[in-house]
């Protein structure tokens, strides 16, 4: 059974930085791709950014291309998530996926394995 453990949200400042890591385990991690996604109080769920199997390919929501970066090292089975210049907006509980196909896709639905969430809120 695949299990995906986000960590590092937390509380910071607009303009700051932080980093959220998700470990997998469970199965083979290397041929998936992983993305991360974001729920606000209120909203439905949306897409953060993705990578592909062998970090060839990554993708990026238009809010956040040029803060956030993602990346992976599969001899870890973890992926990152790099936020900097963070604002108020991002705040949401942020969730980390791994589809069972190594291309990157954006749409919640072709994720089959999903984290539990790590909280980040971005004071003004």
């Known amino acids: 059974q695949v299990q995906l453990v986000e960590s590092g949200g937390g509380l910071v400042q607009a303009g700051g930085s932080l980093r959220l890591s998700c470990a997998a385990s469970?199965?083979?991690?290397?041929?998936?791709?992983m993305g991360w996604f974001r729920q606000a109080p209120g909203k439905e769920r949306e897409f953060v950014a993705a990578?592909?199997?062998?970090?060839?390919?990554?993708y990026y929501a238009d809010s956040v291309k040029g803060r956030f970066t993602i990346s992976r090292d599969n001899a870890k089975n973890t992926v990152y998530l790099q936020m900097n210049s963070l604002k108020p907006e991002d705040t949401a509980v942020y969730y980390c996926?791994?589809?069972?196909?190594?291309?990157?896709?954006?749409?919640?639905?072709?994720?089959?394995?999903w984290g539990q969430g790590t909280q980040v809120t971005v004071s003004s």
């Open positions: 469970g199965r083979t991690f290397t041929n998936f791709a």
């Open positions: 996926a791994m589809r069972s196909d190594p291309k990157v896709v954006v749409a919640p639905y072709e994720y089959n394995y």
């Open positions: 990578v592909s199997w062998n970090s060839g390919s990554t």
